[in-house]
């Protein structure tokens, strides 16, 4: 295979990871987690000017214990902004989606281990009048 074949291999398996992404988080469905988070990952933001981190444990309770967007109706608004492949075993996605109402910019960095993408780590900033 030769490099840019591989590029683009890699591109659409992050690509699909992230659209069920998506999917876990406007379905609100948990059974997702384990097939794009690896076990290791944390999701992190700044709230009230602290650093605020959670194992997926916690993720999985913060995801189990929220209404899902699509229990309540809501149109699903979300996308793949970049997606930056820095080696072999690294890369960076931003996607953009709505939940709730609220408007969220989420910055997930992959890690390739065994031949498989997982997310390792998830950034994000909620914000209620749009994105930024």
């Given at each position: 295979m030769?490099?840019?074949?591989?590029?683009?291999?890699?591109l659409v398996?992050?690509e699909n990871i992230?659209?069920?992404y998506?999917?876990?988080l406007?379905k609100?469905?948990?059974?997702?987690?384990?097939?794009?988070f690896?076990?290791?990952?944390?999701v992190?933001?700044v709230?009230?000017?602290?650093i605020?981190?959670?194992?997926?444990?916690?993720?999985?309770?913060r995801?189990a214990?929220r209404?899902?967007?699509?229990?309540?109706?809501?149109?699903?608004?979300d996308?793949?902004?970049m997606?930056?492949?820095?080696s072999?075993?690294?890369a960076?996605?931003?996607?953009?989606?709505?939940i709730l109402?609220?408007?969220?910019?989420?910055?997930?960095?992959?890690i390739?281990?065994?031949e498989?993408?997982g997310?390792?780590?998830k950034?994000?900033?909620?914000?209620?009048?749009?994105?930024?």
């Open positions: 030769n490099e840019i074949t591989l590029i683009a291999d890699n398996k992050i992230i659209k069920i998506l999917d876990l406007y609100g469905d948990i059974d997702l987690i384990e097939s794009v690896l076990q290791e990952a944390t992190s933001s709230s009230d000017g602290k605020i981190s959670i194992n997926m444990d916690g993720f999985r309770k995801i214990t209404q899902s967007s699509e229990s309540v109706g809501e149109t699903r608004h996308k793949i902004i997606i930056d492949i820095s072999p075993t690294t960076i996605a931003k996607v953009q989606c709505m109402k609220n408007y969220y910019t989420d910055y997930l960095t992959f390739k281990v065994r498989k993408w997310i390792i780590s950034v994000f900033h909620m914000s209620h009048s749009g994105w930024t």
